[in-house]
């Protein structure tokens, strides 16, 4: 258990409709990152939050955004969701803002249909 | 570039030593982790080294990493059953924190 936890483990939704996805960094964390991995991209990094402010951005869609609140938790939203949008959304959570080890969550599973 | 590459896969008998290879393009690269995924399950860090080190052991883990070729591996001892599962490579660099996964290396590590 890496101590990152994310919630819901699986989302069946439909195309068009709008998920929000949530991490919780292990204590004392101030780092986190979403990822995105799909049979045909593999594992991507989307974007990178360090206490509460967006550090980096990655190869993520405009329909997608994220934000990191005061209690650090993460959330990311997925609009207008697409059947190419199904895929396992992990968050990782590292202490410090740059090159620190990133702990990763089991993952949320999402199937669009 | 930013490409990471790892063979699919991999077979294995057990108690025998598997060898994980990856290959990387970005020599700014400065941090060089393995992680594991088990069926439907997240992913487990299990060693990261370090660009300017050459070798890394840790119990039945050794990940070398030769900077001239821009090669890494991981060497299992000792490979168990439970060993069975992916393999990423991941690269992350100086100037930002994201990680680069290779494409995952499919360990079966049969009795």
């Known amino acids: 258990d890496s101590g990152v936890t994310q919630t819901p483990k699986h989302l069946i939704t439909a195309t068009g409709q709008r998920v929000t996805l949530r991490c919780s960094p292990r204590s004392g964390d101030l780092s986190v990152y979403w990822y995105q991995q799909s049979l045909d991209q593999g594992l991507q990094f989307l974007i990178q939050y360090y206490n509460g402010e967006e550090r980096a951005k990655g190869n993520i869609l405009e329909r997608f955004s994220a934000q990191q609140f005061p209690d650090l938790h993460s959330e990311l939203n997925l609009s207008s969701l697409e059947l190419g949008d199904s895929a396992l959304y992990f968050c990782a959570s590292s202490v410090g803002e740059m090159r620190e080890t990133q702990y990763f969550g089991p993952g949320t599973r999402l199937l669009v249909l | 570039g930013e490409d990471v590459e790892q063979s699919l896969f991999l077979s294995v008998r057990e108690g025998d030593s598997s060898v994980i290879n990856c290959t990387y393009t970005d020599s700014s690269s400065t941090y060089l982790y393995w992680y594991k995924q088990e069926p439907g399950a997240g992913l487990q860090l299990l060693t990261y080294?370090?660009?300017?080190?050459d070798m890394k052991q840790d119990q039945r883990l050794t990940v070398l990493l030769n900077k001239k070729d821009k090669h890494l591996s991981l060497r299992i001892a000792d490979t168990q059953t439970g060993d069975s599962a992916i393999y990423f490579c991941a690269e992350s660099k100086e100037d930002t924190d994201k990680l680069i996964f290779g494409t995952g290396t499919r360990l079966q590590v049969f009795p």
């Open positions: 080294i370090f660009s300017n080190m």
